[in-house]
């Protein structure tokens, strides 16, 4: 089974500042089948990033990932309000199919 | 509009069962595999099982194998959990979940609302 985890469990910062959010896996990934969801409280996930850096349907291009093999990366070039929320990255690579523990984004 | 429905969730005593239902409709549901996620009260997603477009191949963690089975109707185009002796440990939000495209192994683009299943006497 391949362990993703996430850093840092916490990141809070201003509106307008860039966050960086990281997933290591404890194999390499192959073909980059690494996922990027963002959950806000009472709401399922929203894909918003697949193939490691493929931003999903309607997704603005503040958000985008990059990474291989074994390490990831989910950036918001520049955070909004609405950006509030915890973020899980999610491999498909091989099964069992696993998930992060999640990154919590606070907008202070 | 592209959409997942699911049903079937409550409360269930330790050792029933349950059948979660996943309604599908705008897209064509005979095409795309088919997965499970649930989230417990205050964690993480857990991916729960998996079902290939034809029905053909399912996967299950570990946790629940042997326990729940998946399966689909593309006639009713509904994805379904058969879910039997049920632990506590099994209580969590439900979600149905499609594959962003007609692949092997892929993200999910699509999810449903979820359905709250509470295991407790």
């Known amino acids: 089974e391949i362990v993703l985890t996430q850093s840092p469990g916490t990141l809070s910062l201003s509106p307008g500042e860039r966050a960086t959010l990281s997933c290591g896996t404890s194999q390499s990934v192959s073909s980059s089948y690494l996922a990027w969801y963002q959950q806000k409280p009472g709401q399922a996930p929203r894909l918003l990033i697949y193939d490691a850096s493929s931003r999903a349907t309607g997704i603005p291009d503040r958000f985008s990932g990059s990474g291989s093999g074994t390490d990831f990366t989910l950036t918001i070039s520049r955070l909004e309000p609405e950006d509030s929320a915890v973020y899980y990255c999610?491999?498909?690579?091989?099964?069992?199919?696993?998930f992060g523990q999640g990154t919590k984004v606070e907008i202070k | 509009e592209v959409q997942l429905v699911e049903s079937g969730g409550g409360l269930v005593q330790p050792g029933g069962s349950l059948r979660l239902s996943c309604a599908a409709s705008?897209?064509?549901?005979?095409?795309?595999?088919m997965t499970w996620v649930r989230q417990a009260p205050g964690k993480g997603l857990e991916w729960v099982s998996h079902?290939?477009?034809?029905?053909?191949?399912?996967y299950y963690a570990d946790s629940v194998k042997g326990r729940f089975t998946i399966s689909r109707d593309s006639s009713k185009t509904t994805l379904y959990l058969q879910m039997n002796s049920l632990r506590a440990e099994d209580t969590a939000v439900y979600y149905c979940?499609?594959?962003?495209?007609?692949?092997?192994?892929?993200?999910?683009?699509?999810w449903g609302q979820g359905t709250r299943v509470t295991v407790s006497s």
């Open positions: 999610h491999q498909y690579a091989s099964s069992p199919r696993t």
């Open positions: 979940a499609k594959d962003v495209r007609i692949a092997v192994a892929d993200a999910f683009d699509i």
């Open positions: 705008g897209f064509a549901f005979s095409r795309y595999a």
């Open positions: 079902i290939s477009g034809s029905g053909g191949s399912t």
